[in-house]
T-cell receptor, first 113, second 115 residues
Framework: SQELEQSPQSLIVQEGKNLTINCTSS?????LYWYKQKYGEGLIFLMM?????EEKSHEKITAKLDEKKQQSSLHITASQPSHAGIYLC?????????????FGQGTTLQVKP | NAGVTQTPKFQVLKTGQSMTLQCAQD?????MSWYRQDPGMGLRLIHY???????DQGEVPNGYNVSRSTTEDFPLRLLSAAPSQTSVYFC??????????????FGEGSWLTVV
């Protein structure tokens, strides 16, 4: 079965610094989702990547899917306290948009003012 | 624009009690699913549905039942709650598989404690 491994598991950065979170799959990714979660709240959709080499950006967050479609990275530029939370990568468990996701264990981000 | 709505947000149950977690979406999505989130384990799929009248098991279905009588609603039933079912539950919905760039929307979660 497919597994997603996120690294690092936790991260503490100083405000203004850049950071990267990685998500590695044991199988080819057919749909890779990034979500952000604040403690006690639901999942906020950030971006979805499908094609090898694809890159998407929203405000200061950029997500990439490698050409082989087995690894994705989430990069935050000039981090702010508002970026703090848990970042989760999720991937479609089938070979297309089945609506069934498997998730990595999450990366907890703290941003120090 | 409600999106995916879950109720209740918090619930405490005694072992052996039954309850239903409600999930409703107003986006006319075909696909709906239930996940549970436990510390250090991410989210795991419990049950899912590809349309009204169609449900199937996910990764951790034991102890849970679902039904999908309408497109909008997908309730999750715990027939006899156990402490191992203490978790945070999330409902999600999305359009069908033919739609490219499919976004999966999640509800705000239901915190369940079984004592």
């Amino acid at each position: 079965s497919q597994e997603l491994e996120q690294s690092p598991q936790s991260l503490i950065v100083q405000e203004g610094k850049n950071l990267t979170i990685n998500c590695t799959s044991s199988k080819t990714l057919y749909g890779l989702y990034w979500y952000k979660q604040k403690y006690g709240e639901g999942l906020i959709f950030l971006m979805m990547l499908q094609k090898g080499g694809e890159e998407k950006s929203h405000e200061k967050i950029t997500a990439k899917l490698d050409e082989k479609k087995q690894q994705s990275s989430l990069h935050i530029t000039a981090s702010q306290p508002s970026h703090a939370g848990i970042y989760l990568c999720g991937a479609d468990s089938g070979s297309g948009n089945t609506g069934k996701l498997i998730f990595g264990q999450g990366t907890t981000l703290q941003v120090k003012p | 624009n409600a999106g995916v709505t879950q109720t209740p947000k918090f619930q405490v149950l005694k072992t052996g009690q039954s309850m239903t977690l409600q999930c409703a979406q107003d986006m006319n999505h075909e696909y709906m699913s239930w996940y549970r989130q436990d510390p250090g384990m991410g989210l795991r799929l419990i049950h899912y549905s590809v349309g009204a009248g169609i449900t199937d098991q996910g990764e951790v279905p034991n102890g849970y039942n679902v039904s999908r009588s309408t497109t909008e609603d997908f309730p999750l039933r715990l027939l006899s709650a156990a402490p191992s079912q203490t978790s945070v539950y999330f409902c999600a919905s999305s359009r069908d598989s033919q739609s490219s760039g499919n976004t999966i929307y999640f509800g705000e979660g239901s915190w369940l404690t079984v004592v």
